[in-house]
């Protein structure tokens, strides 16, 4: 059991990985959206234009339907905290999670298929014809990218032997970057669940609103003011948390093994640049690809689940 002082040390630090966390992911999303604008010849928004978004989003007047209950309430909330407390169970600077004694992949996978099953009730709470073709949408995709991600992050945690995330990154950083047709397999896998996870083309589009294609946005239609904005706050989050990921398991160079400032220092540096790196290739994904017809987002889902089913048995070869 850890000691009081090894326990205060770790609430310090998920607090600190959570706040970082939340700065950092709306300059993401828009650094994605101004990217992906100049592939197109646009200008693009400003890169703060994710917090003036958030900002505006806060100092409106909250509106809720009539019909709606303490369930549509507390979808955004439970939405956003479970994204929030899924990013300490993800080393993101130093090869430990915060609060990683609390549990491995499988608490991690959990903690944000709770907070996308409270988005997807808050959905249908109103009666909204929006809100429950949305929520049926989303749980299609759901019930082939959970088991995805589940054997994607397996087949990883096999090589190292730990659900633990913070064992397994140490292991990676040990041993270094593999390139094991496993690992090579599983990223494939991950990474079409990172489209599909944070709504990007071929999957989904958040920037329009037709009935015929939008999953998310669907699901948040009836949301305004400071509730929308815990929302889009906590997808962008979630977003960040996925790069994270990928980079932790399968890019684990300049992961900082102890708290030295130096090596905190270079681990950000590091981290930023891997990040970045991976945000350019979904940009890339984003422009190179039209989306998809909804029935056949399955079938690129169902891809990835074969690819992570494949890596995670040539592990047993």
């Known amino acids: 059991m850890a000691s009081n002082p090894d326990a205060v040390a770790a609430i310090a630090g998920a607090v600190l990985q959570i706040a970082g966390l939340l700065a950092v992911a709306p300059l993401l999303k828009t650094a994605i959206k101004k990217m992906k604008a100049r592939l197109q010849n646009r200008q693009g928004p400003p890169l703060m234009q994710g917090y003036y978004d958030l900002a505006k989003l806060l100092r409106k007047e909250t509106v809720r339907s009539e019909t709606a209950s303490w369930v549509f309430v507390a979808g955004p909330r439970v939405y956003f905290a479970a994204a929030l407390a899924a990013t300490t169970l993800v080393p993101v600077l130093v090869a430990a999670a915060p609060l990683e004694a609390a549990g491995g992949i499988l608490l991690l996978v959990g903690t944000l298929a709770l907070g996308r099953f409270a988005l997807a009730t808050a959905a249908l709470d109103t009666g909204s014809p929006f809100g429950g073709m949305g929520s049926s949408r989303d749980m299609t995709i759901a019930a082939l990218a959970e088991p995805a991600l589940m054997l994607g992050l397996f087949a990883s945690a096999l090589a190292a032997g730990s659900m633990n995330l913070g064992v397994l990154v140490r292991s990676l950083v040990e041993h270094g970057p593999s390139w094991h047709p496993s690992d090579l397999l599983a990223f494939a896998g991950l990474f079409i669940i990172v489209i599909a996870e944070t709504g990007r083309i071929p999957v989904d589009n958040p920037a329009t609103h037709l009935e015929l294609t939008m999953i998310h946005e669907a699901m948040v239609l009836e949301y305004a003011g400071p509730d929308l904005a815990l929302v889009e706050w906590a997808s962008a989050v979630k977003e960040l948390l996925y790069l994270t990921l990928l980079v932790d398991l399968f890019m684990p160079v300049g992961i900082a093994t102890n708290l030295a400032p130096g090596a905190v220092a270079v681990a950000f540096l590091a981290w930023g640049g891997k990040v970045l790196l991976l945000a350019v290739a979904v940009t890339i ?33």
């Open 285 to 317: 994904a984003e422009s190179t690809n039209a989306k998809l017809r909804l029935f056949r987002v399955p079938e690129l889902v169902s891809i990835s689940l074969g690819l992570a089913f494949l890596a995670l048995a040539i592990r047993f070869l």
